[in-house]
């Protein structure tokens, strides 16, 4: 059993843990399951997990909740909370995607993301292709256009780069493509920072301007193509790491 903490570790913890003590408390515990830290100790109880990070049972209890939907833990009879193997994790959550990847830096995670990718958003570009509206390609436009601007220096090249994408899914007009979004914006911040780094440079325009023009012009078969060539390069990118 860990030990108690003091009245000044209890307050540093509602602190940390901020206004949204709920959503501040599951942060905590799953960035603590994920990152191994009970691996070889049990997890704690709702009373203790309350008692050390000074909130309420009706936090905790609600925290914990939280962490069964996505997986993490399980409730058994007589056994209290278990931490579940990786394998039952969902990984299609966003919070659990985000504390892998702060986890501990893995190409291969990125590579395996990447891989979904490949087999996603070139789909999602060809259906955007038959089915956006003005509204949608507006969207796509502005994305790409923010991409230029973070070239010269003025847009953040990561929320850039992440809103062209974000936008080809919505357009999409498919709800099970759009469910990605949270998961493909939460991943790619990772996989951007680490290509770029890679190529000593941000994402290249023509290429997403070669999306953005197969979508306008409604050609699904070339805005299929063209999503491919993007991520298939991040791939080797990866694969020549």
């Known amino acids: 059993m860990e030990s108690l903490p003091n009245d000044s570790d209890i307050a540093a913890n509602r602190h940390e843990l901020g206004r949204n ?3 501040g408390m599951l942060d905590t515990l799953g960035r603590a399951i994920v990152t191994g830290r009970y691996e070889q100790r049990p997890f704690p109880t709702e009373a203790e997990i309350a008692k050390a990070h000074g909130v309420s049972r009706s936090v905790t209890r609600e925290a914990v909740k939280m962490l069964t939907a996505k997986g993490l ?26 504390w892998l990847l702060e ?8 590579r395996q993301f990447n891989q979904l990718r490949i087999a996603i958003e070139p789909e999602a570009a060809a259906l955007a292709a038959q089915f956006h509206d003005a509204e949608d390609i507006a969207a796509i436009h502005a994305g790409l256009a923010r991409m230029e601007a973070a070239e010269a220096g003025n847009d953040d090249p990561l929320d850039a780069d992440i809103a ?5 899914l919505r357009a999409s007009k498919n709800p099970f493509y759009a469910q990605f979004q949270m998961v493909v914006a ?14 000593g440079r941000s994402a290249n325009i023509p290429d997403h301007a070669a999306v953005a023009d197969a979508i306008a012009l409604r050609d699904a078969a070339a805005a299929r193509i063209a999503m491919r060539r993007i991520i298939g390069d ?3 990118l990866i694969a020549g790491d």
């Open 164 to 168: 062209f994408h974000l936008a080809i």
């Open 186 to 199: 939460t991943a790619l911040r990772t996989s951007i920072r680490f290509t770029n780094r890679m190529r």
């Open 73 to 98: 833990v399980s409730a058994r009879p007589r056994q209290g909370t278990v931490v579940q193997p990786s394998g039952n994790w969902n990984l299609f959550d966003p919070d659990v995607l985000r």
């Open 103 to 110: 986890r501990k830096f893995s190409v291969e995670l990125l």
């Open 21 to 23: 003590l709920t959503h």
């Open 234 to 236: 991040v791939l080797e």
